[in-house]
């Protein structure tokens, strides 16, 4: 026992004695009582080994855990600027908390963004604007091959799983879509009632594990996949091959969180962990790849099918694109997820340095099905850190056809960026299984504040895009985004990247494609 308990207590005996003895009122044993406390978390500080800090500073050292505990609160709420927050600033958070309240999102006095700093981007108005089209464009999801198209619109639910996030949360996204008439993409997390209840048009994503489509060793069911891919509620399915924030890794549930409502969703057994690979067994080459991709298309019943892909090696995709070109057949769209992606919770070094950025990826995608004659079959779309009308127009300027957004989507629904995603304390319910903290997300407040997020956004692409002389995205071209090089120079994304003019790989690769392309295997992802 250490000197300071032995004060403590013995501080504590004395004012029991003389309080029994009637010498002192009960007054003073509140105020010893503390005292103690204080004198016996000094004494353990001292015993234990674990923390260094507390042994050359008992008591004291707890206040710097307490200020670490704390310090994401207090960098969000007094420290950072409105413009250089992570992952989202608080500019961005207020204009989707606006839009999806319904109140106006303009800001007073000019922008606070240096406009001269090296990196900052915009858009280039016309001299002459373009009246705002009244209704806003679709894009029409289906290839040649493909039975029953759909029709996207331009900004739509990104892919987060039932089990990442609360059912509250789920309800909310689809109820927003069922309202504004547009998708909302389940996660490989499976296919929940909470997903179809609603009614909102769905893309059914099949991951690595399977879930919702899976034999019990974990194999792809297709028996499964065709029932639940005939729901009228599912208009496309896809294939998720890998993720932006943690390309080429798998997932872990563990068993504690697999209640027997995710089991049965997921279709694994109760309690026990779940491990989600990170390889696909249904293929292992590009060929492989696009066979499986007709096969999924032929069980939904000619449905829109794709894939999603956080890019990696051009060489890879290009291999998939001469597996395309030999079979005759493509995907009816691809998501591309840019490594700025979110995820419930990652390898600091996968979110920090595995994968590419959505631009690049964007751009990789884009210009490979252009010089392959491919893309006028294939639509692209869009993900990571869509937020703004402004993100939105960037990225069909890049070469998409159209957004997905999930951050987004959930700051709609009440989300803080508390960043607990991973510790199943979500402050707000939105990514927690916690009943108790789930039954805070008012399903009926949040679902319209879904749609009207939605909404805004895209009217304000449209209202940029007229700014710019266009009414219709697909009159975006490259010269109309521009880049600061240095406080003197800007380039437009023309000048910035080279775009490959169509069948130009096909007739003769530019010297910058060549070793690529040549390189690239139908038949093996080579490296």
């Known amino acids: ?83 250089d927050g992570r992952p989202f600033d608080r500019d961005v958070r207020n204009i989707v908390y606006e839009r999806a309240k319904g109140t106006d999102a303009e800001e007073p006095y000019g922008t606070e963004q240096d406009v001269y700093q090296p990196g900052y981007e915009f858009l280039v108005p016309s001299m002459a604007p373009c009246p705002v089209p009244k209704s806003p464009p679709r894009v029409r999801i289906g290839g040649p091959d493909c039975a029953r198209p759909y029709d ?21 996204l689809n109820g927003g879509a069922a309202a504004g008439g547009f998708a909302h993409d389940t996660g490989e997390g499976g296919l929940s009632e909470y997903h179809l209840r609603p009614g909102g048009d769905l893309v059914w994503e099949v991951g690595t594990g399977y879930f919702g489509c899976r034999t019990r060793d974990g194999d792809f069911d297709p028996a499964e996949f065709a029932d639940k891919a005939a729901h009228d509620h599912v208009k496309c399915v896809s294939l998720k ?66 894939f999603k892909l956080c890019v990696g090696s051009r060489r890879q995709f290009l291999a998939v694109c001469k597996a395309m070109l030999e079979e005759g057949t493509t995907p009816d769209f691809i998501v591309v997820d840019g490594a700025e992606g979110g995820t419930g919770a990652a390898p600091l070094e996968f979110a920090d340095h595995v994968g590419t950025p959505l631009t690049e990826g964007l751009l990789t995608v884009h210009n490979a099905l252009v010089g392959t004659g491919l893309r006028d079959r294939i639509k692209i779309g869009a993900s990571g850190k869509i937020a703004t009308g402004t993100d939105l127009v960037k990225r069909l300027v890049q070469g998409a056809d159209y957004g997905n957004a999930a951050r987004a989507m959930m700051f709609a629904v009440g989300c803080i960026q508390a960043q607990r995603c991973h510790t199943n304390t ?51 071209r490259p010269h109309m985004l521009r880049r600061r090089i240095d406080p003197i120079t800007e380039r437009s994304y023309e000048e910035l990247y080279e775009w490959l003019e169509p069948g130009q790989l096909l007739a003769g690769p530019p010297a910058a494609w060549a070793a690529d392309w040549k390189a690239a295997d139908p038949d093996r992802f080579t490296v």
């Open 241 to 306: 091959l890998s993720q932006g924030a943690k390309p080429g890794i798998g997932g872990v549930l563990p068993g504690a969180k697999v209640n027997a409502e995710i089991a049965r969703v997921r279709d694994v057994p109760e309690g026990r962990t779940v491990i989600s690979p990170p390889y696909h067994r249904v293929f292992s080459t590009p060929r492989e790849l696009v066979h499986f991709i007709v096969r999924m298309r032929e069980l939904s019943g000619g449905k829109p099918t794709g």
């Open 152 to 172: 996207m619109a331009l900004l739509n639910v990104s892919a987060m799983s039932f089990g990442s996030l609360s059912a509250n949360a789920v309800l909310a």
């Open 426 to 476: 979500c402050p707000t319910g939105v990514t927690t299984q916690d009943p108790h903290r789930a039954r805070a997300l008012d399903v009926r407040d949040k679902a319209p504040r879904v749609q009207r997020f939605q909404e805004a956004t895209v009217a304000s692409a449209l209202q940029i895009m007229a700014s710019m002389g266009v009414t219709d995205p697909a009159e975006l």
């Open 1 to 83: 026992m250490t000197r300071i308990a032995i004060v403590a207590l013995t501080l504590l005996a004395g004012a029991l004695a003389s309080l029994a003895s009637g010498l002192i009122s009960p007054w003073w044993l509140f105020a010893a009582v503390p005292l103690v406390l204080l004198g016996l978390l000094g004494a353990w500080d001292l015993l234990q080994r674990k923390h260094s800090v507390l042994r050359n500073y008992p008591v004291l050292g707890h206040a710097r855990f307490l200020m670490e505990a704390i310090r994401p609160e207090l960098q969000q709420y007094f420290i950072e600027r409105n413009f």
